[in-house]
């Protein structure tokens, strides 16, 4: 069959969309999307996202992590498919939609796509590290310079360590500036560096807020930088560990659109063949 997919970037992070209104695919296929993600044999992407109709909602995302499998919330890829439903004509400036961990929030300005995120109640402290959940569960690691850090092998070793192999979990290293904090992310899943991730940069602003024991009760603007770009968290601290008005705000954009030609016998289980 040929496929129509476009091409998206969020400060780097990138996937493929597809949209699964007329496409029609199945949620169940993780040698087609594993495939798709490939960055030699196919698209190449950090992830697969489908567009499909849902009655209660603009639309709703699905997010497939690069190893094919269906994941976990994906921030940056929420900010893209809030680009792509605008130039599919399905929104304006705002919407709503529903991803793996409940529904979102979007809106569109100057400033970029924000995303709304959910609250957070928690944050666990490993050591002089933190573990916190903030739509996909993260490790962050503050650390003094990051060019001294192997941000892959040190977040290997973390991601597969005893207590997190089963489930895996995302690491996030962290230099903190005068103005701006440095993140660079290990993501599961994709199982390498990513040039940004969304949930990751989010999980850092509120272990930072915590941190440096921010005021309560009071919203704050946090700036990060990725190997991709920039990114805001905007959120209002309520108490120690908990957070509400979560958002993600930056940019996202097509980068290509195209076709590809795939054959697969998905219910037989082989492996799919893209043709051209």
């Not at 809030?82 to 529903?98: K, T």
């Not at 290293?173 to 993140?183: D, N």
């Not at 991730?197 to 309560?216: D, E, I, Q």
Request: proline share 2%; charged share 25%; aromatic share 10%.
């Amino acid at each position: 069959m040929m496929l129509t997919f476009f091409k998206y970037q969020g400060a780097g992070n990138d996937f493929v969309l597809i949209d699964n209104r007329t496409a029609h695919l199945s949620r169940h296929n993780p040698y087609l999307y594993n495939l798709l993600c490939n960055r030699r044999l196919g698209v190449g992407a950090d992830g697969v996202i489908l567009l499909q109709e849902h009655p209660d909602h603009d639309f709703e995302m699905v997010y497939f992590n690069a190893n094919g499998e269906e994941g976990s919330m994906c921030g940056n890829g929420g900010r893209c498919i809030i680009a792509f439903a605008q130039y599919l004509g399905i929104i304006e400036n705002d919407c709503s939609f529903l991803a793996c961990d409940g529904p979102h929030l979007g809106k569109i300005d100057n400033d970029g796509y924000h995303l709304k995120m959910n609250d957070v109640a928690t944050i666990k402290h490993i050591g002089e590290d933190f573990d916190l959940d903030t739509g996909s569960p993260h490790y962050v690691r503050y650390v003094e310079d990051m060019t001294k850090i192997d941000v892959f092998e040190e977040g290997r070793k973390i991601r597969y360590n005893d207590v997190y192999n089963a489930n895996g979990i995302n690491v996030n290293f962290v230099q903190e500036h005068s103005s701006y904090l440095e993140v660079s992310t290990y993501e599961r899943g994709v199982e390498d560096v990513t040039w940004a991730c969304g949930t990751g940069v989010t999980a850092v602003a509120l272990t930072y807020a915590h941190k440096h024991n921010l005021s309560r009760g009071q919203s704050h603007n946090i700036g990060l930088k990725t190997q991709g770009g920039l990114l805001k968290v905007q959120f209002k601290r309520e108490g120690e560990y908990a957070f509400s008005d979560i958002w993600l705000i930056g940019p996202a954009e097509c980068t290509f659109r195209g076709e590809i030609e795939v054959d697969w016998e998905d219910r037989e289980g082989n492996s799919p063949i893209l043709k051209s």
